[in-house]
T-cell receptor, first 114, second 113 residues
């Protein structure tokens, strides 16, 4: 079965640079979630989108922005990167609809900020 | 204090043992309870999903929810070395716009031969 696809899988950036992470949800899933997982920590919710509209917002820094496109893929844009942004970034998808169904996670993008 | 508390372990058991993993939570709004398994450097993999109180069984896995005590458990029977991973409990409620998950810190499990 098709899973959530994330790209790139690994990314190395320097402080103050910009990074863009991409997420392609499972076919027919219309809700996308972004989570950040620091070393040895649990995933923390950043932001979610349903039908291309932001549906919820968590502890996402103002330096980060995200959107969902017409094909339901989503991009997380991170600017003015800081050392503390080094983490695993997961995308999850669910749907169709806002039914209370489970989220399926992608393999993650490992971001290292030097 | 975190909304969801989970013993981080590590928990080491012999092959074939019954494993019990637990989480407690403080937010009464949580209605949906999930268990994810995460191997090192991989994405969380959904294991079990339950709604409200009760038990749910799937093969060697049994999920148990006690909403009155705000306590959930995952039991693994006949544990295998391939079960060695970090187990994360996760919860969500009716937020009115998507179901963000709140995770426990994860319990690291090692099943030894």
């Amino acid at each position: 079965a098709a899973g959530v696809i994330q790209s790139p899988r690994h990314l190395i950036k320097e402080k103050r640079e910009t990074a863009t992470l991409k997420c392609y949800p499972i076919p027919r899933h219309d809700t996308v979630y972004w989570y950040q997982q620091g070393p040895g920590q649990d995933p923390q919710f950043l932001i979610s989108f349903y039908e291309k509209m932001q549906s919820d917002k968590g502890s996402i820094p103002d330096r980060f922005s995200a959107q969902q496109f017409s094909d339901y893929h989503s991009e997380l844009n991170m600017s003015s990167l800081e050392l503390g942004d080094s983490a695993l970034y997961f995308c999850a998808s669910s749907g169709p609809g806002l039914a209370l169904e489970t989220q399926y996670f992608g393999p993650g993008t490992r971001l290292l900020v030097l | 204090q975190k909304e969801v508390e989970q013993d981080p372990g590590p928990l080491s058991v012999p092959e074939g043992a019954i494993v019990s993993l637990n989480c407690t939570y403080s937010n009464s709004a949580f209605q949906y309870f999930m268990w994810y398994r995460q191997y090192s450097r991989k994405g969380p993999e959904l294991l079990m999903y339950t709604y409200s109180s009760g038990n749910k069984e799937d093969g060697r896995f049994t999920a148990q929810v006690d909403k009155s005590s705000k306590y959930i458990s995952l039991f693994i029977r006949d544990s295998q070395p391939s079960d060695s991973a970090t187990y994360l409990c996760a919860m969500s409620g009716l937020t009115g716009g998507g179901n963000k998950l709140t995770f426990g810190t994860g319990t690291q499990l090692k099943v030894e031969l």
